[in-house]
């Protein structure tokens, strides 16, 4: 009898460190999707590879959601789309576009955070995470490099800005963040956030008639 059952697909040639971010990359959506329930089966099918692969660059599934939780925190896709925004655009869309591209970072690193917290990982083991002032570094070059990139969106209107373009960006990623606080109603759009920020609360007539 003729097997005909599709042959799984080999691991590609890949370094130790190539194939261990590519399991991370399969497992991330799917933990946001399969919170604890997540098997090692489901990410190796994912990743179209052998669930002894998986074992073989992870000790066991809590490893996995570990290397999970520490991608989850990394910024680095938020800050590809921030350099991809392009700055002939007007600055409300450039900042429109960053603030989408910054909350969806937000909410992936939520629903990861959540799953991996209901999966009995609240946060990378005491084995796997490095001393309480790397981490705080880390969080701060994160954030630097977060600033720095939405500081790059005001560059073409530098000579029109009341306030330096790094000073702006803390300012606008501090109204940017509390838009995930729990809101009554529809949360707030980027746009609307974007509006707001650099117009205020008031109509163009209350302002008309301040000045």
Do not use: N, W
Request: charged share 25%.
């Amino acid at each position: 009898m003729t097997d005909t059952a599709a042959p799984r697909r080999r691991a590609p040639g890949l370094s130790p460190e190539q194939r261990r971010a590519m399991i991370v990359r399969a497992a991330l959506p799917l933990l946001a999707t399969h919170g604890a329930a997540l098997t090692t089966a489901q990410v190796a099918r994912a990743a179209g590879i052998g669930e002894a692969t998986v074992f073989r660059v992870f000790a066991d599934k809590d490893a996995l959601l570990d290397a999970c939780v520490a991608e989850a925190l990394r910024p680095d896709t938020a800050l590809a789309e921030l350099a991809a925004i392009p700055l002939d655009q007007p600055l409300a869309d450039r900042l429109a576009a960053a603030a989408a591209a910054l909350l969806a970072h937000l909410e992936r690193l939520g629903a990861v955070l959540t799953a991996a917290h209901a999966a009995g990982r609240p946060g990378r083991s005491r084995r796997a995470a490095p001393p309480a002032g790397e981490r705080g570094a880390g969080r701060d070059e994160s954030s630097a490099a977060v600033r720095a990139a939405v500081a790059g969106l005001f560059a073409p209107e530098q000579d029109r800005l009341r306030l330096p373009a790094d000073r702006l960006a803390a300012l606008f990623l501090a109204v940017l963040v509390p838009a995930r606080s729990p809101l009554p109603g529809e949360p707030p759009s980027p746009a609307e956030l974007v509006d707001l920020f650099l117009h205020g609360a008031l109509g163009p007539t209350a302002r008309k008639e301040k000045a």
